[in-house]
């Protein structure tokens, strides 16, 4: 089993910057792939970025450009870098971890408001 949670999240201006972490604990060595999705109000949930346990990086074309995701793998850690944030990115921001199951965390709230 493995487990996540996630922190970073908050309120930021138009323009601005966050970078979201999620952390990894449990049975990390069986990660295949973890990623972040994120769930605005009233909207399905939409796929932003994953990277792989050999570091290949894809990214939705919402994401390409101004979000980075990368992994730090001594610490157990995947980041969502986010920059330029616009009001529409203001959603729930979940990571997911792929192995033999499917794992996700509770998810940390984004706003983006002036």
């Known amino acids: 089993q493995v487990q996540l949670v996630e922190s970073g999240g908050g309120l930021v201006q138009p323009g601005g910057s966050l970078r979201l972490s999620c952390a990894a604990s449990g049975s990390i060595s069986s990660i295949a792939v973890m990623g972040w999705w994120r769930r605005a109000p009233g909207k399905e949930r939409e796929w932003i970025a994953d990277?792989?346990?050999?570091?290949?990086?894809n990214y939705a074309d919402s994401a390409k450009g101004r979000f980075t995701i990368s992994r730090d793998t001594f610490r157990n850690v995947v980041e969502l870098q986010m920059n330029n944030l616009k009001p529409e990115d203001t959603a729930v921001y979940y990571c997911?971890?792929?192995?033999?199951?499917?794992?996700w965390g509770r998810g940390t709230q984004v706003t983006v408001s002036s």
């Open positions: 990277i792989t346990n050999t570091g290949h990086t």
């Open positions: 997911k971890a792929v192995y033999t199951q499917l794992t």
